[in-house]
Nanobody, 123 residues
Framework: QVQLVESGGGLVQPGGSLRLSCAVR????????IGWFRQAPGKEREGVSC????????YYADSVKGRFTVSRDSVKNTAYLQMNNLEPEDTAVYSC????????????????WGQGTQVTVSS
């Protein structure tokens, strides 16, 4: 059974940092790309970042470039999203998702999803 379990969300002040984790069970990260998506209330889900199966290719939404960093640990079979200099506009439920090999922008192209973790940026 495939499971993706996110953790690391919470409440942080503007300018603060959080690191999200996506622990993957039942799939090997070496063969799967991990995408990070977020959805704010009343808004559509949007892609935030992605790391390819080999970890050699990463993508970032323009809104998070220079602030967020995606990474993975094949031994722990876990992907991470380091989020720095957080802004109130980053408030959303963040989810990780998996698909074979390559990153894709569209959420519907991902096969497995985690339950999501809430990130709230507020003073």
């Amino acid at each position: 059974q495939v499971q993706l379990v996110e953790s690391g969300g919470g409440l942080v002040q503007p300018g603060g940092s959080l690191r999200l984790s996506c622990a993957v069970r039942g799939l090997a990260l070496d063969y799967n790309a991990i995408g990070w998506f977020r959805q704010a209330p009343g808004k559509e889900r949007e892609g935030v970042s992605c790391i390819s199966s080999h970890g050699d290719t990463t993508y970032y939404a323009d809104s998070v470039k220079g602030r967020f960093t995606v990474s993975r640990d094949s031994v722990k079979n876990t992907a991470y999203l380091q989020m720095n200099n957080l802004e109130p506009e980053d408030t959303a439920v963040y989810s990780c998702a998996a698909r074979l090999d390559y990153c894709q922008r569209l959420p519907k192209l991902y096969n497995y999803w985690g339950q999501g973790t809430q990130v709230t940026v507020s003073s």
